[in-house]
C-alpha cells in the first residue's frame, strides 16, 4: 500500500521538468509531516515558511526545509520524541531514514534537526530499481527540519489539507501572518553575505495572489527582533520605505542565481531588478492592525 501511494505521488511530475531528488525531497516532506501530525507536533506547533507556503497553497516554487514555530515560548521544548515518531512513520512506508538533531546554540531560539537517507535506498523503497542503478552510490537526499521555541506573538493559525501520501491536516499561520513573517526575514535575515531570492520571489507570490499583509504580527516580529520599538507605530507607509530602502542594497544578480534550483523556468526571473521590485512593492495590500486580547494566537 506504502509504494501505490509513493507511486501516485510520483505521477503528479510525470511531464515536470524539475530534477528527480526534487520529486523524492517533496515526497519526503509531505511524508514527514504526516508523521509529525500523527504524533501528535501539531498539537504544539505550526508549519511555515516557503515550503508551506508550496505545500498548503501551491507556491510554483520548491524549497528544502520544514519550518515550525511553537504556539507558545518554550525554552525546555523537546523536539527528539516528534522526529522519533515522524521517523517510524517515514519507516512504515518504505523510508529508513537518519535523523539527527542538531546541538542547540545557547544564542538561537531555533532547534535544528536533518534527514537523510541514501538516494539508491530510497529508489529501492519507492520500487524504481532501474533508476537506483545510474546514481552515485554516495549521494544523499537531505531534509532540514527547524523550530522557533521562542515565537512572536499576535498570530493567528488555521488548519490545512494536506492530500499526500494519504489525506490529513497541518496546522499553520494564517496567510496574511506568513506574509509578515516572509517580509521580516526580506527586510533583515542575515545570510552569510548572500541575498535568498527565495525570501523575494514569495514576496512577490504573496503580492500577486492579493495576499494582505499583516501588520500587526509583522510589527510583533519587528519589536521582538529589536528592530521596532515597543511603543512605536508600524503602518503601510513605514513597511514601504524600510522594503524600498532594503531593494535598493540588493544584489539583484546574486539573488536570481539563488533562485534557478527551485523553478522549473528561471526565464521568469529576467524582469529581476531594483525597478521591477520597486514598483512590485507598491501594490502591497496590508491589512487593519488588530485588537488583541492575549499573547499568542488569536484562533
Same mark, same amino acid.
Given at each position: 500500500?506504502?509504494?501505490?501511494?509513493? %507511486?501516485?505521488?510520483? =505521477?503528479?511530475?510525470?511531464?515536470?521538468?524539475?530534477?528527480?531528488?526534487?520529486?523524492?525531497?517533496?515526497?519526503?516532506?509531505?511524508?514527514?509531516?504526516?508523521?509529525?501530525?500523527?504524533?501528535?507536533?501539531? =498539537?504544539?506547533?505550526?508549519?511555515?515558511?516557503?515550503?508551506?507556503?508550496?505545500?498548503?497553497?501551491?507556491?510554483?516554487?520548491?524549497?528544502?526545509?520544514?519550518?515550525?514555530?511553537?504556539?507558545?515560548?518554550?525554552?525546555?521544548?523537546?523536539?527528539?520524541?516528534?522526529?522519533?515518531?515522524?521517523?517510524?512513520?517515514?519507516?512504515?512506508?518504505?523510508? =529508513?531514514?537518519?535523523? #539527527?538533531?542538531?546541538?542547540?546554540?545557547?544564542?538561537?531560539?531555533?532547534?535544528?534537526?536533518?534527514?537523510?537517507?541514501?538516494?539508491?535506498?530510497?529508489?529501492?523503497?519507492?520500487?524504481?530499481?532501474?533508476?537506483?542503478?545510474?546514481?552515485?552510490?554516495?549521494?544523499?537526499?537531505?531534509?532540514? $527540519?527547524?523550530?522557533?521555541?521562542?515565537?512572536?506573538?499576535?498570530?493567528?493559525?488555521?488548519?490545512?489539507?494536506?492530500?499526500?501520501?494519504?489525506?490529513?491536516?497541518?496546522?499553520?499561520?494564517?496567510?496574511?501572518?506568513?506574509? %509578515?513573517?516572509?517580509?521580516?526575514?526580506? $527586510?533583515?535575515?542575515?545570510?552569510?553575505?548572500?541575498?535568498?531570492?527565495?525570501?523575494?520571489?514569495?514576496?512577490?507570490?504573496?503580492?500577486?495572489?492579493?495576499?494582505?499583509?499583516?501588520?500587526?504580527?509583522?510589527?510583533?516580529?519587528?519589536?521582538? #527582533?529589536?528592530?521596532?520599538?515597543?511603543?512605536?507605530? $508600524?503602518?503601510?507607509?513605514?513597511? $514601504?520605505?524600510?522594503?524600498?530602502?532594503?531593494?535598493?542594497?540588493?544584489?539583484?544578480?546574486? %539573488?536570481?542565481?539563488?533562485?534557478? #534550483?527551485?523553478?522549473?523556468?528561471?526565464?521568469?526571473?529576467?524582469?529581476?531588478?531594483?525597478?521591477?521590485?520597486? %514598483?512590485?512593492?507598491?501594490?502591497?495590500?496590508?491589512?487593519?492592525?488588530?485588537?488583541?486580547?492575549?499573547?499568542?494566537?488569536?484562533?
Amino acid at each position: 500500500m506504502s509504494q501505490l501511494n509513493i %507511486a501516485k505521488m510520483l =505521477e503528479h511530475y510525470q511531464n515536470s521538468k524539475i530534477q528527480e531528488q526534487t520529486k523524492i525531497r517533496e515526497i519526503l516532506q509531505q511524508t514527514a509531516l504526516l508523521g509529525l501530525e500523527r504524533h501528535g507536533l501539531f =498539537e504544539k506547533a505550526a508549519f511555515y515558511g516557503g515550503t508551506a507556503l508550496r505545500i498548503l497553497y501551491g507556491l510554483d516554487r520548491f524549497s528544502e526545509d520544514l519550518d515550525f514555530t511553537l504556539l507558545r515560548p518554550d525554552p525546555e521544548f523537546d523536539f527528539t520524541p516528534f522526529l522519533e515518531g515522524m521517523k517510524k512513520e517515514l519507516a512504515s512506508f518504505g523510508f =529508513e531514514m537518519d535523523v #539527527a538533531v542538531k546541538k542547540k546554540n545557547i544564542d538561537t531560539s531555533v532547534q535544528s534537526a536533518f534527514l537523510k537517507m541514501n538516494t539508491i535506498q530510497l529508489y529501492i523503497a519507492i520500487g524504481d530499481e532501474q533508476k537506483s542503478k545510474k546514481i552515485n552510490h554516495n549521494e544523499k537526499v537531505q531534509i532540514k $527540519l527547524e523550530i522557533d521555541t521562542d515565537p512572536p506573538p499576535h498570530y493567528r493559525v488555521q488548519n490545512q489539507l494536506v492530500l499526500n501520501p494519504v489525506s490529513f491536516y497541518v496546522l499553520t499561520l494564517h496567510q496574511s501572518d506568513l506574509f %509578515a513573517g516572509k517580509t521580516h526575514a526580506a $527586510l533583515y535575515r542575515a545570510w552569510k553575505g548572500r541575498v535568498k531570492g527565495r525570501d523575494w520571489y514569495d514576496i512577490i507570490w504573496y503580492i500577486t495572489n492579493k495576499i494582505p499583509l499583516s501588520l500587526t504580527y509583522l510589527a510583533s516580529c519587528m519589536r521582538q #527582533a529589536g528592530n521596532l520599538k515597543h511603543d512605536e507605530p $508600524l503602518d503601510r507607509s513605514h513597511v $514601504l520605505t524600510l522594503l524600498h530602502e532594503r531593494i535598493d542594497t540588493i544584489d539583484w544578480a546574486s %539573488a536570481k542565481a539563488d533562485m534557478y #534550483a527551485f523553478i522549473p523556468d528561471p526565464e521568469r526571473l529576467n524582469i529581476w531588478s531594483k525597478e521591477y521590485f520597486h %514598483a512590485l512593492v507598491d501594490k502591497l495590500s496590508t491589512e487593519p492592525q488588530r485588537v488583541h486580547d492575549n499573547g499568542f494566537q488569536d484562533r
